[in-house]
Antibody
């Protein structure tokens, strides 16, 4: 059974870097593509971007200048960095596994990141 | 970017009702349309992919249809566990975009 688990600091100061890790079990990250999505409190879903197992990436243009993603195959983990952050980046951040159709078939439970001084 | 517009934004219904939610794309997306259900405090759960394919494990009362720009999600007979927020998402092009959500309430 494929499981994803996000982890990272729950509080980040404005202008600093948000860094999250997604640990995958039940599947190798050396296959498929892997996405990050976020959801501000009480609002809808925003796609951040995806990363292929090959290392190629595709980011939302609205965030592209601030986003970096990577894969650690030795740990079967994905990572997300967003810098610099503002209060508008406060959200629940999800990692998910893409399917061939581009749908998001498996999701982590999400982690809330608050940007505040 | 492709804009996805759902209607209605909220909907009141009763157990046993047949419910339809609509999603419209700002340009043709063929059948690259997916539907998710999200309950409070939980991650979204994939219901329908490629406009009409039922994700494994999802009850058959859920169905999807449409192509091009207009799509629908239908729940044939509402169950208590179906009260949630539903999102459509296009996977035709990047950036992937979601509808604003439809909150289904009792």
């Amino acid at each position: 059974q494929v499981q994803l688990q996000e982890s990272g600091p729950g509080l980040v100061k404005p202008s600093e870097t948000l860094s999250l890790t997604c640990t995958v079990s039940g599947a190798s990250i050396s296959s498929y593509s892997w996405s990050w999505i976020r959801q501000p409190p009480g609002k809808g879903l925003e796609w951040i971007g995806y990363m292929y197992y090959s290392g190629s990436t595709n980011y939302n243009p609205s965030l592209k200048s601030r986003v970096t993603t990577s894969l650690d195959t030795s740990k079967n983990q994905l990572s997300l960095s967003l810098s610099p952050v503002t209060a508008a980046d406060t959200a629940v951040y999800y990692c998910a596994r893409d399917t061939d159709s581009g749908s998001l078939g498996y999701w982590g439970q999400g982690t809330l990141v608050t940007v505040s001084s | 970017d492709i804009q996805m517009t759902q209607s209605p934004s909220s909907l009141s219904a009763s157990v046993g009702d047949r419910v339809t939610i609509t999603c419209r794309a700002s340009q043709s997306i063929s059948s690259y349309l997916n539907w998710y259900q999200q309950k409070p405090g939980k991650a979204p759960n994939l219901l329908i992919y490629a406009a009409s394919s039922l994700q494994s494990g999802v009850p058959s009362r859920f169905s999807g249809s449409g192509s091009g720009t207009d799509f629908t999600l239908t729940i044939s007979s509402l169950q208590p566990e179906d009260f949630a927020t539903y999102y459509c998402q296009q996977s035709y092009s990047t950036p992937r975009t979601f509808g604003q959500g439809t909150k289904l309430e009792i």
